[in-house]
């Protein structure tokens, strides 16, 4: 496709639960993001990935939270043990180049968690 | 701690009511402050990047500016179709990819 795609758009679980987001990056891009975004306010960094190899995962809030870009496309956001406060919006974005700063944002999925 | 604000956090203008969107930023080494545009219910757009100090970059009636300390988005003559979210962000070296973004500045321009 001709923009970031991720998936689902919208995930509604049950507290312990495990999700699964995936992002599909623009086609020959470098670097691979993942943001958390609360309503009113901007993203909030997660990981990011160059190729294959991750390259910071310093955001992510605890062991819960892991990303793999296996094959440097597809990539996969896991949340474990899902709770409440995990409820957010989740947002993928690619780069032409790494560490560029000038991403291309997917339409996110929205998680909530009962 | 590294640090981007933006102010006001909403700012409501009258159709051809020019005005500047503010973004404070306290980070151990700008690499790059960058500037998105988000529309409700979509992901952030980019618009401008922004290197040293006394640069400016403009698209349209949009124009941003950046000082040793912050960066200012001039809106000229708004319209209506420019309502959005704004967004800055810093890039920082020695922390790779990692944009730190600030909260927005949400702009309503009534016609």
Request: contains cysteine; glycine residues 10%; hydrophobic residues 30%.
């Amino acid at each position: 496709g001709a923009g970031v795609s991720q998936s689902p758009r919208y995930k509604v679980t049950k507290r312990g639960q495990d999700v699964a987001l995936r992002c599909d990056p623009i086609s020959g891009h470098v670097s691979l993001y993942w943001y958390r975004q609360a309503l009113g306010q901007g993203p909030e960094f997660l990981t990011y990935f160059n190729y294959e190899a991750q390259q910071d995962k310093s955001g992510l809030p605890n062991d819960r939270f892991s990303a793999e870009r296996p094959e440097g496309s597809i990539s996969t956001l896991t949340i474990q043990r899902t709770e409440q406060r995990d409820s957010a919006m989740y947002r993928c974005a690619s780069s032409l180049q790494g560490a560029s700063g000038e991403l291309f944002f997917g339409e996110g999925s929205r998680l909530t968690v009962l | 701690e590294d640090q981007v604000t933006q102010s006001p956090e909403a700012l409501r203008l009258q159709e051809g009511e020019s005005s500047s969107l503010n973004c404070s930023y306290t980070v151990s080494g700008l690499r790059g402050l960058f500037w998105y545009r988000q529309d409700p219910g979509k992901g952030p757009e980019f618009l401008f990047t922004l290197y040293s100090a006394g640069e400016e970059k403009e698209k349209e009636r949009l124009k941003a500016t950046l000082t040793k300390k912050e960066s200012f988005l001039h809106i000229t003559a708004p319209k209506p179709e420019d309502s959005a979210t704004y967004l800055c962000a810093s890039l920082i070296y020695n922390q790779g990819g990692k944009l730190i973004f600030g909260q927005g500045t949400e702009l309503s321009v009534k016609p």
